[in-house]
């Protein structure tokens, strides 16, 4: 048999949204699901005593098809 694979390459974009807490990054990120991005991966925690820690996701969005 043969297969046909077909597919479409698209230019992205990629962002990281910051919250000094979960409720402040859920905010933003569903402020930036409402635009139509899609988060990529789970959600990052960078901690650096003493101070406090950040929450870190990342975002991307189609912007434009550019063919096969």
């Known amino acids: 048999p043969i297969f046909y694979l077909t597919y479409r390459r698209v ?3 990629y962002i990281m949204l910051s919250g000094k807490s979960v409720p402040e990054l859920v905010e933003k990120v569903n402020q930036y699901l409402m635009e139509g991005w899609v988060t ?3 959600v990052a925690v960078c901690s ?4 406090e820690n950040t929450f870190l996701q990342a975002m991307v969005k189609d912007v434009q ?3 096969t």
């Open 11 to 13: 230019a992205m974009e």
């Open 40 to 42: 990529q991966g789970g």
């Open 48 to 51: 650096h005593p003493p101070a």
């Open 65 to 67: 098809d550019i063919g």
